[in-house]
Each structure stands twice: as C-alpha cells, then as structure tokens.
C-alpha cells in the first residue's frame, strides 16, 4: 500500500510537469520543445530521421504523441540497445525532464495520445475489482492472470509487469507498442484505464498470501518445486533412513 | 536343536495384555499377530518410495476432509463479498467463492489447500518414481505382475484425480483445462459429440458440472483408489517384498527388519517426515493461487496456463502434435484425438503389459524373488531410459511458454525442437544406455576375475610393469542374523506357514461341502509341506 | 517363517551372540555366519559362506564397520529371559552408555521440537492474524516442526536406540501342491456338474440371453447423464440476424470505437421488438452464450485485409471478425500481434493469420477461425450482417465434415 501511495505520488510529481494552459507554461512549453527538439537530434535522429519522418530501420514519430515517446523513453526501450525481435525494458537513460521534453518535441510534430495524467482522486476511485475484470478481458491473454508475462510467435513477448508504473500502463494501452493492441478511449474511458492500472499494480505488488510465489508462474515452477525439493528431499530422507550406519 | 522354552503366560495381565486377550478369545489373533509383527521388511533406501505415494495418499485424505467441510461444489453464480478485495462484488461460482474463503476467510485453510494440492503433485511424482523403481530393477516380474498392474492403474487414476482435484475451484485457469478436456472427448471418432454431452450434461460448459466432479473427485475415484492400494499392499503382504542380492540373500529368503518395532518406527517416522515436508510446501510456496486467475468465463484466459505436472506431458504432445485432422465421408477425426486420447492409450497399455512382454521375449518364466541391477537386463534398461527421455521431451513441451519467456527463446523454435527431439532422442538413449549397461557389466566380470585396481605398479624381474589387483572382497552382513520368530512354538513347527487365518477361513468354507466333497479332506492330508487338521 | 527361529536368540554360547562390535570388527563373518555347535545352520541364513576370515591380506574393513558410532551397538537383541548371555566388554559397556545417553537427548530434543511446533500451530491458528502475510507460512512451518519433530525423533531413535539386527525368513512358493490343485478343480467341476448347466442347454441360454440383457442397466444411467442431445447443437451459436455486438459489459460497439491495431472480445445481442413497436437489443452474456459465441472485433488498417474469396464484404471499414474459440482444443485465441496480426492461443500455441482470413499457420490448430459477416445499423453500431457463423466454431467432431 506504501509502494502504491508512492506510485501515485510520482504520478503527480510528473503530472506537475506537465504542459499547462497559462501564459508562463505556454512559455514554458515552447523552451520545452526546443530542448526536446535538441535532445531528438543527438539521441534519436540517427534511426527515425532529422524530421522524425522515419527511416529503415525506425518508424516515423510524427503523430505518435507523447504518450508514445514518454512509454518508450522511461522504460528504457528508447533508444533501442540493439535490434531484436522486440525492444527491451531497462533503465532509462534520460531523465524525467528530458523525457518530457522530447515527449513535447515528438507532441509538437502532430497529434496523437497525450502522456496521461493520473490524479490522486482518480487513482483512489478507481475499481480495484472492475480493474480486474477488465485486466482478464483483455490484458491477461498475453500478460498472464497477475502480469508475469508470457511469450508470443518467434522470440517476441507479451513483458512481465512488475515494473511498470501506472502511467505506463496507461500509456501502453493507448498507444499500442510494438505488437500489443492499442485500447484507446473508445473500448476503456479513462477510469477504467486507470483501474486496470490500479489492478496491475495490486497484483503485481501485494504480498502472496500462500508463500513464495515461485515467480508467479503457476504449474510449471510448482511441478519444478514438486520434484526437485518435494521427491529430491524425501530421497535424501529415504536414504537417510536406509543408511546402515550406526549401530 | 536349542529351542527357547515359551515364556510363561503373565498371571496378572495389565490393561494392554487384558485387551489382547479380549480379543483373542473373540478372534483368536495371536498367531497371525506374532507372525505379523515378526515379518521381514529388506532394508533398502528405494524400498520406502512407495511409501511417499502411501503417505501422501494419506494426507490427500486428511487435508480433503477438512477442505470439503468449507467447499461448496455448485455451478451456482454469486456475487463475492469475501475478504479478498480485488474480486469483491465479481460475479463467480460459489465453488470459486468458496475456494477463496477456505483460502482467505477460514482458520489453516490457505495452508491445508496448499498441502493438499502439494500432496496431490507428490502422490503422483513417488508414483512415477516408486514405478521406475520397480521396472529398472525388474521387481514386476513373475510373480509379481498383477501388482504391476494394480500399480499402473493407480498410476492413471491418481493422474485423473489430480486433474478432478485441479478442476474443482472452477477458476479460469482450471476451466481452460476442463475446456479441453471437453474438446478432448468431443473429438472421439462415433461417439465423441455424445460423450462429451453425456459427460458435461449438455454443450460445454454444461449444466452442474462442478457437483458431478466433486462427486467422482472425493468418493467414486479416492474409493477406487483406496481399494486398490489395499489390494497392493495386501498383495505385497502376502508375496512378501523383492531385495537386492546380497551376503546370505536367496530366492528363498527375505532379510530385513521386523515390523515391529524397527521397521514399524521407521515408518512412522517416514510418514511424518513426508507430512512435515508437505506442511513445509504448504506453508512456503504458494500453489495454485486461484484469487490471481479469477473466475472462469469461457471468453478469458491467461496465457501461459498450464496443467499440473502430470498432465503435463499430454499438454506437450498436443503442442507438438501436427494439424492432422481427417476429413472424409462427411466425418472429421480432429488432430487433438492423436496426442490426448491414442498417444496415452498406447503409453498406459504398453506400461500395463510390459511384465507380460518381456517374459515372453526373453523366455523367462521363472518366478524371481530377487533384484536385479538396471545394468544386467541391458534391453529393459534401454527401453526404460526410452521411455523416460521421450516422456521427458513431451513434458518439457508442455511448458515450452514458460521455458521460451524465462530463458528468452522463441516459441516455434521450441515447439520445433520437441518434434524433433521426440523423434530423434528416444532412440539415441535406447543405443547409448544399452552400450553403457554392457560396458559396466563386462566392468563387473573384470573385476570379478581379476579383482580390482589398486594402483600399485610393480616392477616384475623381467622387467615388465604389472599393476597389482586385489580380489574384490565378498561382501558382510552388517548385523547380527536372528531368525523371526524369537520364541518357537510348537504350532510353529508344523507350519503354520500358510497362516493360521487363511487355513482356518478355508476351512470354515469348506466344512460347508465336507458331507458332498469327501475327497478333499483326504487330499489335503497327503499333501506334505501341509498337514491339515491341527485344529 | 517358521522354522529358522531355533538358532535365534537360543543359540546360547556366548561366544557366539556376536553382540560385541568389538569382535565383529576382527571376524565380521564369524558371529553370525559360523554355526553355533549343534544348531541348525539353515536358520541363520542359508547362504551364508562359513568362517570366511579375511586375515591378515584384507584390506581394511568395510567403513560401517570400524565406524565408532556403531558402539552403541552393543546392547544385545535378546529377549528378557535370556539377559544372560550379555557378554559386551565393560569398557565398550561404558562407551555405549555414553552414547546412548546422546542418543536419548538427541530424540527427546525432536520431541520437543515437535511440542513446540504443535503449540506454535494452535496459538498461530486461535490468535494470528489470518489475513497477515505471515499467517499460512508460520502455520505450515509450525506443523512441519510438530510432523517433523515426531518422524525425526522416531527414526533417530530406531536407528540409534534400538538393536539392529537381521532377521531372516523364509519365503514359500505359491503354487498348491498337486493333489490341491487337483482336488480344487475336481470340487469346482463336481459343483458345476450339479448345477447342470451342461446338460440343460434351455436354462443356460436364456441364462446367458438375460445377463446380457442385464448389461443395458449399465447403459441405462449412463445415458440418463444428460437429457440434452448433441443434435445440431455443436454447429450454431448464439449469434443471430442483426444482433449487435456487445462487449463483455453488455456496451455495443460502434464505428470509431476501435482504434486501428485495436481488439475488443464481443459478444451477441439479440434484437427482441416490443410491443410497442420499439427493438431492445439483449446481451447474450450468460456461460453457455459466451462460450460459444465469444468473437474477437479486429480493426486493421486500410487495405489490409486480404479477404477470401466470396467474403469480400464480410469486413466493415477495416473492420473483421473471428470467433474467438480455438478450431483445436476450444481455447480463446486472442494473444492478437498487431504489428504480424498473427492471433496465438495460449494453450497449445495455435497461431492464425488475422489477414489470410485467420488461417491457422502454425501449430496443432488446422482449420481456420470462422468468420462473421460484418454490417454496421443505422446508428453506426455493430452488427451481426448475415447471421450466425457459416461453420461451426470450435474444435472439430465427428459429425462435422
């Protein structure tokens, strides 16, 4: 619950950053851009282009919103390490500041998902149970029933969730990275988006009532356990007990 | 011959000596008592294997009877309003609501859950080892097949009730499996539209589905069960257990410990060490955390769900299996009838009639009473190994999801190894295991002939190098022999071998035909290893 | 196991109870293996080689037997009346002694441990709290200190405590001796001739006319398992003409609300015309609706869709759908890539082309997934165009060709 509180006080810290209606922020978001549009040049223009129009190897940012480039960037995945058949969560390299400012640059070449903004009220409203409704309706075919992850065709994957802040979720959802579908307002409004994120959260923090969780795997790491520990240790016993020492 | 004389009998009995007599004078017990309590148990490690199969059995009981005070196997839809937050106010059967109480809501219920699921992998995993046990050392042949065969059955059902078991919460990981299972039966050729009706009562996911496996899952299979572990170790009683060759040992003899109090103590010891693991299990590791997969809905699923692990290899077989489906005279036999209901059918049958078999290649007739080691029977070793790797494959198969996430594999890349692999390796491990058995067995007669290595070279006078062998020593008993029956009886002496009970039971049947059947009294009596009539 | 008992315990010489570990280290064979005078030799074990005595070439003594712990050994098996022949070296005596003692707190620790576990199960279960984090595993480590205490303390004291010994007993063989068997089946065979089966062809086949009959009452509750035949049943769903398609939560869905790359799980409502005149469209979201009729609603981007032959116009605006249960084993397919739109299912690893009319190119599935003709209805909503699927969805059975 601490860590929850947490999670949602740094989703308000972020949303203080957040581009605003008033003059000083629109001065604000101006210098933003800028910086955002200097940062592009020398980290990201190499692959998506000078003007973000894509190339080869890279898609064209122009349109992906915020939303996008703050869910690439803070999860590590951008820049991309190297090429595989998906990109890889890590520690991000740039900071928050700068994240949001190339997130304003990429926002200021076209529309698209803007980064969301979760309130405090908004995130202690949220459904906890209708999260999870939601989560299994739609999330957990690829993500697993509590958000272990799972893999897809050909070495790509549907990633573990443990890490993943409210906001990333959200702004997974709606812009669909990579091979995941995009949920946008039209199938989960906001409040929903934000239970499914509150779910996740749940399940992937709250202690395991029975133990260990043995990574939350289900059968195979029980039949693992089953086996190695439950047989390989009543072996030892047996032998224990056939031993003819003593005596 | 010294004989110790019968000690005498105590005058003033306590309570115990005054129930024992109770019971004598009622029952006449203290025959078949002595001889029981005196019975030779061999002493070896693997002996006790089957006993974890035991134990958990009965652990299975004990913690199942706790856990159907609390569950309420109905279909019923409820609205949740247990303590476990993320569900509250979700619709769901009262079996998944009750689940979650016994997990949430009712004092050790989350932990005798846990240990009975955990019991129930144990019972099958000391199953399948207890198995390989019996079947590398050649302890199923003559005339021990029925056993055999009593085993294996217990083998399949033990798999079928943990399936019954791991269906019952009626969670979504669960109801995917008994989806398919549905689908399973739906795809017999004839009658599979019908079964799978007759079974589920009606289209999947039928009507009341849950009461009528609860009823197959705590009475019908655990009586079945039961009955046959009886029949087992009755059968085990009676023909008296194999033992490795060894100082003294012979077809005709078993040496050991007595029931009781050794053999009797370690057991009992054993029992509550295999309970104080599962309690450990129970306690530490969560299983089967049916809050996390939520309530059934046939439209939901999660991915990487798997079945517990003995379903686990059928899973794998159905994931490698190609898409042969057979369409023709407006009839389909679908691709998942190969792998689910035929691929089982012939692994069980083959199992089943393994004893059968290799009595009639090799010829051997003969009853054996002692083991052998895997490396003297080469072939049977082979094909033990054979089956284990390609049973090894399709389990690896069936959690290829899991094992593709967590060592960053691709999925196809898996699936296509386990097609390979379950073709290639088996026989690979046939040809390997059978040179490794021959080249310790011809390892064993060098030895025998001329002792082992000692590492000591000797220079001859000629010249030559020879290293020094010794004899390998013949082996010692490590303990002192004692004969079973501390204190001999005259009764003892005439054989009451075949037992007082059984000979007296036989009677008692046949004192009914005695005026018809005037032959048979006479005909026991000439009979020399048992003379009738002492009673 | 009758008659190797008299060389037991009777075997009176001292010499020869082979209670000490002392002389069993020098003569390991000895004790046991040489006969004491007079009596009988098959009893101590049949097989056993006679006074085999290494002497001086041997190579040191097997380890269990030079083993120190094995002191405690010394108490001899023998009954009560026969105490007497005790004849262990004093200075062993007292190494033994001490040892037992050891022993004997060794095992009575286990005990303890184990009281301490049962107290610990009792007061976690009344005063834990049941749902802290530490309950259930406090509860199960406590029950495995009270199982596990007592088997511990009972093996260490069988293995420690108690005398060893090898006890040895005969086997019997099993086959009756002739004049048995013979006098069995002569018995069966007189009886089955009373009985006249034989010789009364008329009785024994009716007889065998009825147990055959009979066999139809096992039949009988079998089939009284359900009242519902298959009939056609396998190969309908519940969609309908017009039915709109409902999310999960009974919301229809329109054109628009689906982002292209996007996926919504759908499901039947059925049109139901009031009588006033008005439609009310009922969500058919009950287990058995869902379970056949669950669709996944793809919107892909323009012009990607490569429609079969014949289905042209089963899309809308990019739009298609697919039953979302699996043609293998009945999963839900709906692991949806949406960069190769390639549909996985979870269980058995299915994989189906989105834009080749969902036919399944990997794994064990082999038809593809049926495909509902879209419409769209006045209000820009959903709709079921032509009805129910064309082909039963689902896996495959006998019946379907």
Redesign the interface.
Known sequence: MVLLVALAATGLLWAGFAPRGTAQDTADANEAVRQGRVLYLQGCSSCHGLQAQGGNQAPSLIGVGSAAVDFQVSTGRMPLAAPGAQAERKDPIYSQTQIDQLAAYIDSLGGGPKKPVITQTEWDDADLAHGG?LYR??CA??HQAVGAG?P??YG?Y?PDLGKATPTQIIEAMRT?P???????P??LDEADAVAVAKYVRHVSEA?????DDLGKYGPVPEGLLAWLVGIGGLLAVCL??GA???? | ????PP?PLVKRPGPVRTLNRAIDERFGTQAGLR?NL???FPDHWSFMIGEIALYSFVILVLTGIYLTLFFDPSNTEVIYDG?YVPLKGVEMSRAYASTLDIS?????G??FR??HHWAALLFVASIVVHLMRVFFTGAFRK?REVNWLIGVGLFILGILEGFAGYSLPDDLLSG?GL??A???A?????????A??????????G?GFIPRLYVVHILLVPGILLALIGAHLGILWH??HTDFPG????????????VF??FA??S??????V???L??????AQINPIWGFGPY?????????QPDWYIGFL?GS????????F?GF???????FW?TLILPGILFTLLAVYPFLEAKFTGDKE?H?LLQRPREAPTRTGLGVFAISFYLVLWISGG??VIAKTFDIS??AM?WAGRVGAIVIPPIAFVLTRKLCIHLQERDHEIAEHGIETGIIQQLPSGEFVEEH?PK????????????????LPS???????GDLVRRAGKAVTGF?VE??E??PE??E?????PAGKH | ????????????SPGD???SIFDRAKQ??K???EP?P???VS???????QG?D?GPE??GT?P??T?S??A??TVL?V?P??RAVDVSPAHAAEIDRRAQRRAERLVAFWFVVSIVGTVGFVVT??VGD??A?Y??????????????G??????L????L?????????????RS?D??I??TE??VA?GYADTGLARRPLVRRTLLGAGTVLGALLVVP??N??N???GK??DHTHWVKGARLV??EGTPV?I??????????V?PAVPVTEADGTVRYEPQLT??E???S?TVLIRLGPDENRPRPGRENWAYDGHVAYS?ICT?????V???????H?L?C??????FDVLDGCR?I??????SLPQLALGVDEDGYFIARDGDYTEPV????????
């Open positions: 409704e309706a739609n075919q690829c799972a897809l065709t790509k549907a669909g990579e091979s995941m579908p995009l949920f946008g039209g199938q202690p395991s009532a029975g133990g224990w007990i003819r020492q003593k005596v | 011959m010294t004989t110790v000690p001889r005196n019975k030779v303590s949430f809501d009712i004092r050790a989350l932990v846990q240990i005339p995917t989806r398919i549905a689908s399973i739906q795809s017999i050729p004839v009658v599979g539209t019908w799978s009706f007759l079974v589920f009562n009606g289209e999947w996911p009507e023909q008296k100082p003294g040992k012979t077809e005709h003899n078993v040496i050991g410990h007595r109090p050794i103590a370690k009992t010891g054993f029992f509550m060490i309970f104080a693991m309690a450990l299990l129970g306690g530490l809905d046939p439209a939901n699923v999660s991915s990487a769900s899973d159905t994931r490698l299996f190609p898409p042969w489906e369409r407006g009839h389909t036999v679908p691709a998942v792998p009853s009473n290829n999801d999925l196809n699936t010794r020593l013949p082996s010692v008993p490590d303990h002192r022999r004692v004969p079973t029956d501390r204190v001999a003892a002496e005439n054989g009451h071998a075949r035909f018809e059947e032959r048979l005909a026991s000439s009979s020399p290893d048992r | 196991m009758s008659k190797q008992d008299d060389d037991s315990a009777g075997s009176g109870a082979g209670g390991p064979v004790p046991s293996g004491a007079g009596s009988d009893a101590g074990g049949p097989e056993l080689r085999h290494d041997r190579l097997p269990h037997q083993d712990t094995r405690q050994s098996l009954e009346h026969e279960n009344f049941k749902h984090e309950y259930t595993p406090f509860m199960g480590v406590a029950l495995a200190l009270a199982m596990g007592i088997g511990f303390g009972v093996i004291w069988a293995k420690q108690m005398p060893h010994e090898e006890a040895v007993q005969e086997r019997h063989p099993f001796a004049e048995e013979a006098a002569e018995t007189l079998l089939l398992l359900t519902r035949k298959p049943q396998l999310t999960g329109k628009g609300d689906i982002a292209i790359g996007g996926i919504e799980t499901f287990m058995h869902k379970a056949d669950a979302k293998h084993a009945g999963c839900p709906s692991l949806y890539e949406t960069q190769t390639h996985l979870p269980c058995h690893q299915s994989v399944a990997f794994g064990p599935a082999s038809r689902g896996p495959a059975f006998w019946e379907r060709s």
